[in-house]
């Protein structure tokens, strides 16, 4: 095993290792009938942490770029799942001590595939971000050994992972593509081409939080990369795309083209029926008033959208341009007034909240709850949702569909109070520059 000792005396330290010996099988023919997970793979393994709250926000940023997404949350602590295996966080009162040492007799590190060499590199550089420190950058990345692509990291805490990339060997190098590029116009279109054969596609889109957003079509293997080249070179800057939980390969393919999750979001069910939900319509804050959005002022009504996305977890920095705004609002055949609903504070008359859920066809759908931070936590979002919801309710809409990013708490604990069912999700991935 790597160890630091190896490290400081300067001599190269060697690499992880299996396990020296194979072990005689213990299976009886009793287990031979076993149908459940294959004996001896990892069930799960519990840390215990000085602070749940740090552990949460460490281990859960890397987790979540790793694949895995968030299973049980208890006072004491929380879960992520992969697979069939989980890691717990827990903050035990019986804890003996405040900092993990992993010099000492115990658990050393923590190591996982991390994907290719790229992401293993952006991987490690976007977790000095969130609580992790890098361990011997003199020698990264072959700290573990000349034939050992990994990344060290350590935490806060004092817990070390090791990030490993996927060994490529002769034989298992992925042969050259006969895909050629070209762009189509009109539009961000780009098309991979065998022959004549379209064999992949891909769509580029600027947000107007400026980020780029890429959309692959259904593409044959070998042309994502060379089609994800093109346009990097075409565009330039970070490339933004979606993962869903729907398409289990879309991570792996994603973490192959040097993509890491930057954030999740998962989709929930919300019930109408305020006997369900709990809500009554008729309580609003004092001083404040709810309008429709048609009687409202429209340029208001983008500046307040503009605010408060800045604290939706992935639309900070989000700027309308006021003909695209009017465009996705009142001229969208989703839009119903009586479920765009904003918030006027009587006294000063500015706008404070808005919630609007659009007339999407099968089930409705929530597109944004906010409030500005000087009115929040006095019950107007649930005022505002009361309203909205309470008329869905009357015409016959039991359920609304929403999207709430994992790490937004406020929104999460305001749904899920209403009895909001999660229904998947998906991952937000990004590919950095590496000239930034
Ligand atoms: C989420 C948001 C709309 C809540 O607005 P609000 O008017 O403060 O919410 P309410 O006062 O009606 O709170 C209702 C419940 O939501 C939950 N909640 C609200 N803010 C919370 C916070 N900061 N932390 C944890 N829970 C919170 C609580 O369960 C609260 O009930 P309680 O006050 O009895 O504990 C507001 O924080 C906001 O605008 N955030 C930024 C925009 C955003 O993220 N919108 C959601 C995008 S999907």
């Known amino acids: 095993m790597k160890s630091d000792r190896v490290l400081a005396s300067g001599s190269q330290p060697t ?65 992520w799942r992969l697979g069939g295996t989980y890691l717990v966080v827990e903050q035990s009162p019986a804890l003996s001590a405040s900092r993990h040492d992993r010099l000492r007799p115990g658990l050393n590190h923590l190591a996982f595939h991390a994907g290719s060499r790229d992401t293993v590199d952006t991987l490690a550089a976007a977790a000095q971000g969130h609580g992790w420190t890098p361990l011997f950058p003199g020698v990264h990345p072959y700290a573990g050994g000349p034939d050992h692509y990994a990344a ?120 109408t029926d305020p006997l369900v939900t709990g809500l009554d319509s008729s309580a609003l804050p004092d001083n404040i008033v709810v309008i429709s959005a048609v009687n409202a002022d429209e340029e208001e009504i983008r500046l307040l959208d503009d605010t408060l996305r800045q604290d939706v977890p992935g639309t900070a920095g989000w700027r309308w341009d006021p003909e695209d705004f009017r465009e996705e609002t009142f001229d969208s055949p989703q839009f119903d007034p009586a479920t765009y609903l904003i918030a006027v504070d009587t006294q000063s008359g500015e706008y404070v909240g808005l919630a609007r859920v659009w007339n999407t066809p099968g089930k409705p759908r929530l597109g944004l709850i906010g409030v500005v931070r000087s009115h929040r936590r006095r019950g107007l979002a649930t005022s505002l949702l009361a309203r909205a919801f309470g008329t869905l309710h009357q015409q016959g809409k039991t359920e609304v569909t929403a999207e709430v990013d994992d790490a937004n708490a406020a929104s999460r604990s305001l749904l899920l109070r209403l009895g909001a069912r999660r229904k998947g999700g998906f991952a937000e991935v990004i590919k950095q520059q590496r000239a930034r």
């Open 152 to 271: 060290y990291l350590a935490n806060t805490d004092g817990f070390e992972v090791e990030l490993v990339a996927g060994e490529t060997r002769p034989g298992q190098a992925v042969p050259p593509s006969a895909v050629r590029v070209v762009r189509a116009s009109p539009g961000l279109v780009w098309r991979a081409l065998d022959g004549d054969s379209v064999v992949g596609a891909v769509r580029a889109f600027l947000r107007p939080d400026s980020r780029w957003f890429v959309a692959f079509a259904t593409c044959r293997e070998d042309s994502y990369a060379p089609l994800l080249a093109r346009v990097t070179e075409d565009v330039g800057g970070d490339l933004h795309a979606i993962a869903s939980d729907a398409d289990p390969r879309a991570l792996d393919r994603f973490g192959g083209l040097g993509f890491t999750v930057n954030r999740r979001e998962s989709h929930y069910l919300i019930p």
């Open 15 to 79: 690499r992880c290792s299996p396990p020296g010996k194979d072990r005689t099988s213990v299976r009886t023919a009793a287990d031979l009938s076993w149908s459940g997970p294959a004996p001896g793979g990892l069930h799960h393994v519990e840390l215990w942490v000085p602070d749940l709250a740090r552990a949460r926000a460490e281990w859960g940023w890397l987790l979540g770029q790793l694949g895995y997404q968030p299973s049980r949350d208890w006072d004491g602590g929380c879960s």
